[in-house]
């Protein structure tokens, strides 16, 4: 198993940018793939960005797209998402969430197994 705990959310405004962390314990031999998905007061968990297995391949929700980057840095057990350009529809709870089985795809909450407990983004505008 692996816990996974998010940090760097925070109150900003429209056009600044953020910068998310999620460090991973417990079992760490990097044999995940991991995302970030959000939600909105009212709305579904939607996805946001996924990194694959290899640290290489990624993939984006056109809402993000252009805006955000995801990265992993495999030494520290750590994924993050580098958001840019900041918009009000951005507002949300973050969560990383890590999945174990195989294939390596998957955008849907359910085909993740672990999850960490969300940090609030709100972007004023």
């Known amino acids: 198993q692996v816990q996974l705990v998010e940090s760097g959310g925070g109150l900003v405004q429209a056009g600044d940018s953020l910068r998310l962390s999620c460090a991973a314990s417990?079992?760490?031999?990097?044999?995940?793939?991991m995302a970030w998905f959000r939600q909105a007061p009212g709305k579904e968990r939607e996805f946001v960005a996924a990194?694959?297995?290899?640290?290489?391949?990624?993939d984006y929700s056109d809402s993000v797209k252009g805006r955000f980057t995801i990265s992993k840095d495999n030494g520290k057990n750590t994924v993050y998402l580098q958001m840019n350009s900041l918009k009000s529809d951005d507002t949300a709870v973050y969560y990383c969430?890590?999945?174990?089985?195989?294939?390596?795809?998957?955008?849907?909450?359910?085909?993740?197994?672990?999850w960490g407990q969300g940090t609030q983004v709100t972007v004023s505008s």
């Open positions: 969430a890590a999945r174990e089985r195989i294939p390596d795809i998957g955008i849907m909450p359910s085909q993740y197994e672990y």
């Open positions: 417990g079992r760490t031999d990097n044999n995940y793939r």
């Open positions: 990194i694959r297995r290899n640290g290489i391949n990624t």
